[in-house]
């Protein structure tokens, strides 16, 4: 994976095709919902996620399923980085658990410093509605090499690659992405939330954390 | 990689709503041009190809970068299966390989078999250009278990995963993919080929046994 990701950095460009006309740092939609599928190789780890993001208020609701080591777990998250807090929702059993984090709030953006690298289809612009249109930037942040793919329209993430040696080789896959919220109270936890106390997290857990930029 | 395809497989569908109209098999094109980045985890490598394709004659033009063990090679193959014969060529040097192979034409479609398993969209359908309708399959054919992604409109193939004893993880994710052949002339060898003599190959090569489905 790692390879994967120096030589969509290295060698897409050998393939592209580009004129003085580049493409913008377009901006991202800031609420959005859709599903994911993350592959983090050092833990041989992958999640389905649905989720809801809002980057005005910064919070983000998960829904996933994880199997690491030939187990699969749900989870459902809400990620509230305002407030510093997590909650970990069990509807099954109306429990709860929430708990502190620390972080930053990883917005779903185009990285300023990054690099156009390539405008390429996924599927095809020889028919209408057989393609999209995409671009990939790439760079380093933090010690991070990553390689991101949105759509030229709309400015949709569709799959982002990244490398560091922290966390080793993650990538993720969005899919059925919409633009805006369809039910707000997805932000807020459950009323059996309410009494619940707040423990001090020991750190993210892994499904928690690629959404989370850590503090230097 | 084999946690992803088998997990494609298996929990896909838990995210599908799937109801009594499926998609269908479609056909996709017998004509295709387009790039498709490999990686195939057995052997740590990645090609990142530009092809050109013929179901009807059976034949396939590659010019591609193949990165493995810290090198980058570039080839330029022309597999013509109904020959049983393919031509590494080099412009550079004018020199051309000509080598027998054995295996039948891979053709890239939904194999028949295989089961749907979700309609997905990559990117978003909120605006126009933004996303493009996809169906996912899979199955297990020749003792290879797939996952593949074809678009809806068009049946252009977006991403192929594969897992097999033999090969290990094979994951190819097509792209810029064009309906028709926009020079036929990709199909012959170039002149300073005619004279080069047929060789007895000793089993095709990774670049190109992709591209052939092994006789049993």
Redesign the interface.
């Known amino acids: 994976m790692k390879?994967?990701v120096l030589?969509c950095i290295g060698?897409?460009g050998?393939?592209a095709i580009i004129d003085a006309q580049f493409p913008h740092h377009c901006k991202s939609p800031p609420l959005m919902e859709?599903?994911l599928?993350v592959?983090v190789t050092k833990d041989?780890l992958?999640m389905?996620d649905?989720f809801s993001y809002d980057a005005f208020e910064r919070r983000i609701r998960l829904r996933e399923?994880i199997?690491v080591q030939n187990q699969?777990y749900h989870e459902d998250i809400l990620l509230l980085f305002r407030e510093g807090v997590y909650y970990s929702i069990s509807y099954l059993n109306s429990t709860c658990v929430k708990k502190s984090f620390k972080g930053d709030f990883r917005p779903i953006e185009i990285p300023k410093d990054a690099k156009f690298q390539a405008q390429?289809?996924?599927?095809?612009?020889?028919?209408?509605?057989?393609?999209?249109?995409?671009n990939n930037w790439n760079g380093k942040e933090d010690n991070v090499l990553y390689s991101a793919t949105f759509?030229?329209?709309?400015c949709?993430p569709?799959m982002v690659l990244e490398n560091s040696e922290a966390i080793g080789d993650v990538m993720a896959s969005y899919?059925?992405?919409?633009?805006?919220i369809e039910d707000p109270d997805t932000f807020f936890p459950p009323s059996f939330c309410e009494s619940v106390e707040l423990t001090e997290s020991d750190g993210l857990d892994p499904f928690t954390a690629i959404w989370v930029k850590q503090s230097n």
């Open positions: 390879t994967i030589l060698l897409s050998l393939f859709g599903r599928m592959y041989n992958v389905f649905r399923f199997h699969t390429v289809v996924i599927g095809s612009l020889s028919e209408p509605g057989a393609g999209v249109l995409a759509t030229e329209f709309g949709l569709i899919f059925d992405m919409v633009v805006g």
